[in-house]
């Protein structure tokens, strides 16, 4: 401010990001309209939100203060859909995480609201575009009001903002107050009373969608039909008999010269050089040489936001405005003569849908491509072919990549297939990726896409254009799990579609209940607001991870969850060692714990069995001792018997025949004392065998009752 001579700014703009001045990023863009337009914006990039002092370096701005929470949503930006935390801040320098709050536009605001009591408060950007009326918080999993009362800012300007930008800051100038600025299309602003609004369509009172669903499904249903600015009308929403939101209907889209301008401003296309000591800014990146060629999408895919916020109404750059930023790319030293996309929202739109789209609008009730094409759909890639000619013809590009997505249900019903081969030929590096999303018509319907049968001769023609080239190319398909809709049964017929196809993704993406789909609107309420039938929502974390592990059923790590869908969903039949099967059957951990356990008692039973063995063994081995040594003494006596008939025979006189018959009678009497006592040990080794079996019988009636515990 001191080097350009500037006392005070017109606009302080505070974002969620690094600043990024490259047209890409939404502030960018804001700041350097203003600045052409002859305002001056200070700019504040991720102030410090636990210190108020933060917001006020550059003191308080003569018009208003500007508050965008980022890029992307900071909510999404910092959680998983698992509502884990994220490891990297992509918008952060070096994507470092922590530079930011939770909600930043509602906390930036407050931080200014007590700095500054009566400042100007202008919020916008994707955070604010999608909660500017009451909505439904996947994080908090509750209703919450709109944005602008709980950030206590005065307006909101929802859409990419450009016009009512200019008209809101051209208004402010002109000295009106910012609470009687109620006229510019594409804002939001609260009042005390609806005296000075007219032709509104009264939502649901916010009170009531709290209560009830269905009246949640019929409000966001009317802001969904109400997003063109040729048929929408004013909108509002009651919070109690003094407090009203009342949204105006959206901008008119930018024609293609506005929008050449906006991408011809002095942008300088990379981080500020203050983020360089960090690591710069990861998401510029891919960025950098990417270019920007259409705004709006009428895919009207049901988990997509694009309606809310930029409109179903196609909004397109000139062939001269884009070659003249591909060009520029050649003069950088960095530039390897890659051009990493040329695109939007989707790339091969490149016009209205239909003719009568820049007069009347869009049809309420029906979509430009599902849940067939619209028999007034133009279907023509001329423009976007003679537009990639244009770019490959420039010196110094080798290649000119599509990245930010096919729209293979227009593409495959285009008569002329000029574009097709030449997408295949100069345009895909080895994999063309697009977004079937499921192979379910029943999933599919409720996402808003097309028939898989549309997706299959998609894939049947890029097969047959690249054998005609010679090339060996794949497409590699996004793919979502738990979508509204999603049973077991349609993730179980995903993974077996996978299985045929042979390919497992890398990554699968969980679906997202982010603000202001109709997807999201399906989660919360369980309704189709469409139709108001009910929806089946996967909800549980587990069911979710069951879903999600089925389309990598080939990963070791999701087994069990693959094992315990496929027996909750009764096809058990894909568990087996047949070529049709997704897993071969093992087992899972509890039985393996349970088997371990059983095999610790079974180690535990072999060693008291050892010891008693052994003590057993002991026993009868003194039983066989003693046993030997009656027989010994047995044997000696029968001896000396032996030798005492000898010598009676032998012997002379009556005196020597008296002392033999004595001997005789003490042999015999020696014999039947060896005998009782053998029969003494054998009745003492029947009481040890018996004490044992006791044992045996009781340690095993133990183990019995313990396996049934």
Request: with cysteine; glycine share 8%; proline share 5%.
């Amino acid at each position: 401010m001191e080097r350009r001579g500037w006392k005070q700014c017109d606009f302080v703009y505070i974002i969620g990001d690094a600043y990024v001045d490259h047209p890409s990023f939404g502030p960018a863009i804001i700041s350097r309209l203003l600045e052409s337009a002859g305002y001056r914006v200070g700019i504040i990039s991720q102030p410090d939100w636990k210190d108020e002092n933060s917001i006020s370096v550059l003191g308080e701005p003569r018009l208003a203060f500007l508050v965008c929470g980022g890029n992307m949503d900071t909510m999404v930006n910092h959680y998983t859909v698992a509502k884990k935390h994220r490891s990297a801040d992509y918008y952060s320098p070096g994507g470092a995480t922590g530079k930011r709050p939770d909600r930043a536009t509602i906390v930036y605001c407050n931080m200014i609201r007590k700095k500054y009591r009566t400042a100007a408060i202008i919020i916008g950007g994707i955070e604010a575009s999608l909660r500017r009326l009451a909505h439904y918080d996947y994080w908090s999993d509750k209703i919450r009001r709109s944005i602008l009362l709980d950030s206590q800012a005065d307006l909101l300007e929802y859409g990419m903002g450009e016009h009512s930008m200019i008209e809101v800051a051209d208004a402010l100038n002109a000295g009106l107050a910012v609470k009687d600025i109620t006229f510019v299309p594409g804002t939001v602003y609260r009042t005390a009373a609806l005296d000075s609004v007219c032709d509104a369509v009264m939502l649901p009172d916010f009170e009531e969608i709290c209560k009830s669903r269905e009246s949640f499904a019929r409000s966001f249903f009317i802001q969904y039909c109400n997003t063109d600015p040729f048929s929408g009308k004013r909108l509002v929403e009651k919070y109690r008999d003094t407090e009203y939101i009342v949204q105006n209907p959206p901008a008119a889209p930018l024609t293609q010269s506005e929008m050449d301008r906006v991408y011809a401003l002095p942008y300088m296309r990379t981080y500020h050089p203050c983020y360089e000591a960090a690591g710069g800014i990861p998401a510029i990146q891919e960025l950098r040489f990417s270019i920007t060629s259409n705004r709006g999408c009428y895919g009207g895919c049901s988990f997509c936001a694009l309606t809310f916020h930029q409109g179903r109404i196609i909004q397109t750059r000139s062939h001269e405005s884009i070659v003249r930023e591909a060009t520029a790319f050649t003069h950088e030293p960095d530039f390897k003569g890659y051009i990493n996309d040329v695109g939007g929202p989707t790339a091969n739109f490149r016009g209205p849908a239909c003719g009568k789209q820049l007069t009347r609008g869009v049809c309420v009730n029906q979509q430009c491509l599902f849940p067939t094409p619209c028999r007034n759909l133009k279907i023509d890639h001329s423009d976007y072919l003679a537009l990639l000619r244009r770019l490959r013809d420039i010196p110094g590009v080798k290649k000119v990549f599509i990245r930010s997505g096919i729209r293979f249900d227009y593409l495959v019903n285009d008569p002329d297939d000029t574009f097709f081969h030449e997408l295949c030929k100069h345009h895909v590096s080895g994999q063309l990726k697009v977004a079937p999303e499921h192979i379910c018509d029943a999933v599919l319907q409720l996402m808003g896409k097309p028939e898989n049968s549309v997706y299959e001769r998609f894939l049947a023609k890029y097969r047959r254009i690249n054998e005609k080239l010679g090339l060996k190319q794949f497409v590699v398909p996004y793919l979502m799990s738990s979508h509204p809709g999603s049973t077991l049964k349609e993730a179980v017929a995903l993974a077996e579609y996978l299985r045929d196809l042979g390919y497992m993704p890398e990554q699968v993406q969980d679906f997202y209940p982010t603000p202001s789909t109709i997807s999201t609107c399906m989660y919360y309420t369980g309704l189709d607001p469409r139709t108001m039938k009910p929806v089946y929502v996967p909800k549980t974390p587990h069911e979710k991870a069951m879903q999600r592990a089925l389309i990598q059923y080939r990963n070791p790590k999701n087994y069990e969850l693959v094992r315990e869908a496929l027996f909750r969903a009764g096809r058990e039949d894909l568990i087996g060692f047949g070529p049709k099967c997704l897993i071969r059957p093992r087992r899972t951990a509890a039985e393996r714990s349970r088997a371990e356990q059983e095999g610790v008692i079974r180690e535990k039973k072999r060693a008291g069995n050892g010891k008693r063995n052994a003590g057993r063994t002991e026993q009868e081995g003194m039983i066989r001792a003693k046993d030997r040594a009656v027989k010994g003494a047995v044997k000696k006596e029968g001896k000396i018997a032996g030798r005492a008939d000898s010598g009676r025979k032998a012997g002379a006189g009556k005196s020597t025949g008296s002392r033999g018959a004595k001997s005789a009678v003490s042999g015999r009497t020696d014999v039947r004392g060896a005998v009782a006592a053998k029969a003494a040990k054998e009745r003492d080794d029947g009481k040890i065998r018996g004490k044992k079996n006791d044992r045996e019988q009781n340690h095993k009636k133990a183990g019995r009752e313990k396996r049934k515990r």
